[in-house]
């Protein structure tokens, strides 16, 4: 892309539902692209509040025969040009409006976002592996409860999901997704609070150039 675009998460602007479904997919990127991320400590007295980031540069990785792109990890470095100052945290492909993540130190891809479902459609989880929480059905089972759409600062329209669990819940439990960015919460943290720990994460600022 030669054009920036910046996501904020107190930027959006709601567009009605009718004219969702014509606007086209926004893919999720493959260089270029930086999530700013901060976390604020629930109650635990050893845990602190930072600011950290992810990004997706230029760099890609083959695994089982498949092309997936680095994700790299820094508190420090913004432009993520120095390697001394980042580190390898997993990588990530998309296939079919699927977004797939290998954890750093392991070959086992997982399912972590799907842009191909519409309302009402049920997503499960393997969390067997990562995260914990495999097995609680109302956690593992995510269901696309609504979907809109939002106006970001790049003059792009995108899809937003807003999920629930198979009690038809929404709570603070559950982010929301953004086509093309990830979760309201942070890139690795498609659910939310559980079961990967995105709890009181929030997604501050997305920039890809």
Not at 97 to 111: G, H, N
Not at 116 to 131: H, M
């Amino acid at each position: 892309m030669n054009k920036k675009s910046f996501f904020f998460i107190f930027s959006f602007i709601l567009m009605s539902s009718i004219l969702v479904f014509g606007q086209n997919y926004r893919h999720f990127p493959d260089s270029n692209a930086v999530w700013s991320e901060f976390h604020n400590p629930p109650m635990y007295p050893m845990d602190t509040a930072y600011y950290y980031k992810y990004a997706i540069t230029t760099l890609d990785t083959t695994i089982n025969l498949k092309v997936y792109h680095q994700i790299l990890y820094s508190l420090t470095d913004t432009n993520f040009v120095n390697p001394e100052k980042y580190t390898y945290n997993g990588c990530l492909r998309e296939n079919n409006r699927q977004i797939f993540y290998i954890p750093k130190d392991s070959i086992y891809e997982y399912l972590i976002y799907d842009f191909s479902k519409n309302i009402g459609d049920t997503i499960i989880y393997d969390y067997s592996s990562f995260g914990g929480n495999a097995g609680v059905a109302s956690l593992d089972t995510i269901i696309i409860a609504s979907i809109d759409s939002v106006l970001l600062l790049d003059g792009f329209w995108r899809k937003r999901y807003s999920l629930t669990n198979l009690y038809g819940i929404e709570s603070s439990y559950f982010t929301r997704w953004i086509e093309g960015i990830g979760g309201e919460t942070g890139l690795l943290f498609p659910v939310g609070e559980f079961p990967t720990n995105g709890l009181n994460n929030v997604l501050g600022c997305f920039k890809q150039h």
